[in-house]
């Protein structure tokens, strides 16, 4: 089955201690995104990956690390989290000949104290 | 500044009742702009992109429409499993590969 997958889905951390959420696709997709979702300000794209090896800011990029060293993973990686990186992650990944349609995986909900 | 903006915020129907959302645009070149669907507690869900001024898809009781300033995302009597958030996103030529997504607008379709 064609899917984008998250881990973990739910996690709750202190300020300041280095996590990891990791994104995987199975659909040889070049293209991968980060977004944070928080209510008021909807989804906003953090960083983005148009091949291996390479990547971008989006709109948010502060406080945040990307790799993408395979081209099936995309990790996002939080150096020393704050309360305000609280929210709602979804990874994303599309073809390049399709870009437009990503595929969204199930969310990753962190809470930062 | 490139923004995206959907109106109403959120839209109660009757099964039935037919109606719009808006999606208004304002990006220096227009590359693409994308409708998704998201459930509670889900990853939005692709429907449909739109790359030019007049263009028109459909996809069962849903039609997508685009001009130059705006989209319409029209639902044709609707049912109650058409109910979630609709997301309307753009690229715009000026911004790379980044993509701009609106706030949504919530739907409710009441039986």
């Known amino acids: 089955e064609a899917q984008v997958t998250q881990n973990p889905r739910y996690l709750i951390t202190v300020t300041g201690k280095k996590l990891t959420v990791t994104c995987s696709q199975n659909?040889?997709?070049?293209?991968m995104s980060w977004y944070r979702q928080d209510p008021g300000l909807g989804l906003r794209q953090i960083y983005y990956?148009?091949?291996?090896?390479?990547?971008d800011k989006g709109d948010v990029p502060e406080g945040y690390k990307v790799s993408r060293k395979e081209k099936r993973n995309f990790p996002l990686i939080l150096e020393s989290p704050s309360p305000n990186q609280t929210s709602l992650y979804f990874c994303?990944?599309?073809?390049?000949?399709?870009?437009?349609?990503?595929?969204f995986g199930p969310g990753t909900r962190l809470t930062v104290l | 500044e490139d923004q995206v903006t959907q109106s109403p915020e959120a839209l109660r129907l009757q099964e039935g009742e037919s109606s719009s959302l808006n999606c208004s645009y304002t990006?220096?070149?227009?590359?693409?702009l994308f409708w998704y669907r998201q459930d509670p507690g889900k990853g939005p869900e692709f429907l449909f992109t739109?790359?030019?001024a007049g263009e028109e898809k459909e996809k069962e009781r849903l039609k997508a429409t685009l001009t130059k300033k705006e989209s319409f995302l029209h639902i044709t009597a609707p049912k109650p499993e058409d109910s979630a958030t609709y997301l309307c996103?753009?690229?715009?030529?000026?911004?790379?590969?980044?993509?701009?997504f609106g706030k949504g607008t919530r739907l409710h379709i009441l039986p």
């Open positions: 659909m040889n997709h070049e293209y």
């Open positions: 990006v220096s070149g227009l590359r693409g």
């Open positions: 994303a990944s599309s073809s390049h000949t399709d870009r437009n349609e990503q595929f």
């Open positions: 990956s148009m091949n291996v090896e390479v990547t």
């Open positions: 739109l790359y030019s």
């Open positions: 996103a753009v690229q715009a030529i000026s911004r790379d590969d980044k993509i701009i």
